[in-house]
């Protein structure tokens, strides 16, 4: 969790909802505004092998897509990353898998370390709990929310 994250006032309210049925979790992460801020996360780099590319080319102009809060695509789920902003590993994960500590800050170490997990654990998501940004992101303002019909329409079966 970054420096600039804090807890909801109900977050661990809302673990308690979610239960303990996870290696690595992530949940809804609110910008100032309230906006929503990186977090049940698409690799488009990743998605870009099987979209078709009509869609494809609308969606390179936006930086980070967003699945809707109650997809639970399986998968979707083989192109989620998370951001360095906040998750949560298990200590088994992270002793198996630690971060790579050559990398720093902006070099990209958590969609790394992402891409090494993605495979062995099921990523899932916690809607019931809230991190909140106690500073604006901008870049927030370039998100898209990726909902599982728009991939149904156009993926490369």
């Known amino acids: 969790m970054h420096d600039y994250v804090i807890l909801d006032k109900n977050w661990y309210k809302g673990y308690l909802k979610y239960g303990n049925n996870f290696d690595i979790i992530i949940n809804k992460i609110k ?3 309230n906006t ?3 977090d049940w996360t698409i690799n488009l780099k990743l998605l870009e092998k099987v979209i078709k590319p009509k869609l494809l080319n609308k969606l390179k102009k936006k930086r980070v897509f ?8 399986k998968i979707l789920q083989k192109y989620i990353y998370y ?3 906040y998750w949560i590993a298990k200590k ?4 198996k898998f630690p971060l790579n500590e050559k990398k720093l800050h902006r ?5 790394e370390w992402s891409d090494r997990v993605r495979n062995k654990y099921e990523f899932k998501f916690n809607k019931h ?4 940004l106690i500073k604006y992101k901008e870049e ?3 998100n898209k929310i990726f909902t599982y019909n728009i991939y149904d329409e156009n993926i490369n079966k």
């Open 140 to 142: 927030a303002k370039n």
């Open 107 to 111: 070099q990209g170490e958590d969609c």
């Open 92 to 95: 088994h994960v992270m002793e």
């Open 36 to 38: 929503r801020f990186r």
């Open 83 to 85: 951001s360095g902003t």
């Open 129 to 132: 709990s809230i991190c909140r």
């Open 66 to 73: 967003l699945l809707d809060y109650d997809n639970n695509n």
């Open 31 to 33: 910008n100032t505004d």
